[in-house]
């Protein structure tokens, strides 16, 4: 069975560029969920959507957006990219939204921002 | 404001010995925990969950231990193996009304052959 994929999996940009990461989840699950992961820290929540809805959204900035398409799967965008936004990108499904869900991550977008 | 911790940002242990790693929450509204490995170069991958109307979940050489009162959960592996040596990180979740997991900043396991 096919995990959750990502793609890209490393790409670079520029400075105000514009991204779009995409994401697929384990086949069932309904939830996606994006976390933004630094070196040498843990996994910052960005959103979360069920069902093609935003369930929830973490304290990033409007540069970031995201949408889910009838088939669960999921685009991140980021905007106006900035030096920091260099990060690890992971998406996440599960089967429900709530708490009590296990979440089943990707490898991850690799993103360098130069 | 962090509100999961692993304070440790290392561990080494010999093959064979038990590794024992610590997670210290702040938020008594989380209910669900869960604990990822990650390898570099590659996303986390789950190990094992616990509910908080538990105290201990097992799973093979993996246990999750949760001490409520304590606001402190903790990961052992017995019996540790060298393809353990990953990063640890420990994550919670509220209940309903929130749909996040907050993440510790992990703790590298190093097993010594």
């Known amino acids: 069975d096919a995990g959750v994929t990502q793609s890209p999996t490393h790409l670079i940009k520029t400075r105000g560029q514009h991204v779009t990461l995409r994401c697929s989840p384990i086949s069932g699950h309904k939830s996606v969920s994006w976390y933004q992961q630094v070196l040498g820290q843990g996994p910052q929540f960005i959103f979360q959507y069920y069902e093609k809805e935003e369930r929830g959204r973490g304290n990033f900035p409007d540069r970031f957006s995201a949408r889910q398409f009838p088939n669960y799967s999921s685009e991140l965008n980021v905007n106006a990219l900035l030096l920091g936004d260099s990060a690890l990108y992971l998406c996440?499904?599960?089967?429900?939204?709530?708490?009590?869900?296990?979440?089943?991550f990707g490898e991850g977008s690799w993103l360098t921002v130069v | 404001d962090q509100q999961v911790k692993q304070n440790s940002p290392s561990l080494s242990v010999q093959e064979g010995r038990i590794s024992i790693l610590n997670c210290d929450y702040t938020?008594?509204?989380?209910?669900?925990f869960l604990w990822y490995k990650k390898y570099p170069a590659e996303g986390p991958t789950f190990l094992i969950s616990i509910s908080s109307i538990k105290d201990k979940n097992e799973d093979g050489r993996f246990t999750v231990f949760l001490n409520k009162s304590a606001k402190h959960l903790s990961l052992h592996i017995v019996p540790s193996q060298p393809g353990d040596s990953a990063v640890y990180f420990c994550a919670a979740s509220a209940a309903a009304g929130t749909y996040k997991y907050i993440f510790g900043t992990g703790t590298r396991l190093k097993v010594l052959a």
């Open positions: 996440a499904s599960s089967v429900g939204q709530n708490s009590g869900n296990t979440i089943y």
């Open positions: 938020n008594s509204m989380f209910d669900y």
